[in-house]
């Protein structure tokens, strides 16, 4: 990759994984001073010069909310400097949840997001797996969303299991849990929930035969963990062989982490989205960096990403 006219930039949110991008791209990751008052405030500065190169801010955007500011000032302090095109690359595109107005005088919080990426002055989105599909429209911008069942579907293959079948813990998911089975030709089954408040299953009923197979529930985001735990009970009620579980985005709010180790998954399979930093028998990780290096290659040769959708 010429750094000449690109260059990769990361935010202090992850910045383990734009290392691996910037190593799958054979380049280095710009240096930039990211200050902050004692009241929290955040000032970011770049020490080398941008100007009228492709910027590639890499930055997911999870709790605490500092992290969207941060690549909010980041991209501004870019615009400042002359950059050619702003890329905000965010592997969790965090206020996702809050995509439609689904009760009286509540907010969408996805769409104001996208309403300050770009009045910061942002050119292009890079994300992943977004929790509802429908957000790309909330953009006048390209946005271009990838999949993790490119990273998900061979580690899938490579487990050889017979007997196998795919979950959506609610039928929010069936879509993508039904690509999957029909990819790897196997069994589907669906969970059905119903909640009476946020973080909290009030009741799950799974639809479909499991018993004597080995079951994957895929979702979009691990929080509490609360829906994920009762669809594995659930499935281990009606007879599953073994319970595994597969999200994009880990989460693990409150005890999450603690949670499913107490749980009867037996293992937790998570993406790099989002940094993973304690040791656990149970998780595992799986890096999307080659998938998120491949795009920002595709967008500074403006050649197709298409190839980099397995199935979604």
């Known amino acids: 990759m010429n750094e000449t006219t690109a260059a990769i930039v990361t935010g202090r949110a992850n910045p383990e994984l734009a290392r691996k991008i910037a190593d799958d791209l054979n380049m280095h990751l710009l240096e930039v001073e990211i200050a902050q008052f004692k009241d929290g405030e955040i000032q970011a500065y770049y020490n080398e010069t941008i100007r009228g190169k492709y910027v590639f801010i890499i930055q997911p955007t999870f709790a605490p909310a500092e992290n969207w500011m941060e690549l909010l000032i980041l991209i501004d302090a870019a615009k400042r400097a002359s950059a050619y095109k702003i890329i905000a690359v965010i592997p969790y595109f965090g206020y996702a949840r809050q995509d439609r107005k689904d009760k009286p005088r509540t907010s969408i919080g996805a769409k104001l997001m996208a309403n300050l990426l770009i009045a910061a002055g942002v050119d292009r989105v890079i994300t992943m797996d977004l929790h ?7 953009f006048e911008i390209p946005v271009d969303h990838m999949y993790s069942s490119n990273v998900f579907y061979p580690y899938i293959q490579s487990l050889k299991l017979d ?12 879509k993508r849990a039904s690509t999957y089975a029909k990819a790897l030709d196997c069994d589907l089954a669906i969970g059905f929930k119903q909640r009476e408040k946020q973080n909290e299953v009030a009741n799950l009923q799974i639809i479909g035969d499991v018993k004597d197979k080995h079951c994957i529930i895929v979702d979009d985001i691990i929080d509490t963990g609360g829906t994920l735990i009762k669809a594995a009970n659930k499935l281990k009620e009606h ?17 999450g982490l603690q949670n499913i180790e107490n ?15 304690v040791k656990s028998e149970k998780v595992e990780i799986v890096t999307v960096a080659h998938l998120l290096a491949e795009v920002i290659k595709s967008v500074i040769e403006r050649t197709s990403i298409s190839s980099h959708f397995l199935f979604n």
Do not use: Y
């Open 132 to 138: 509802a599909d429908q957000i790309q429209g909330f």
């Open 163 to 174: 007997n196998l079948c795919m979950v959506s813990p609610d039928t929010g998911g069936t």
């Open 239 to 255: 007879g599953a062989k073994s319970v595994m579980a597969m999200c994009t985005h880990g989460l693990l709010s409150a005890d």
């Open 263 to 277: 749980s009867i998954i037996d293992k937790l399979i998570l993406t790099d989205t989002i940094p993973f930093r």
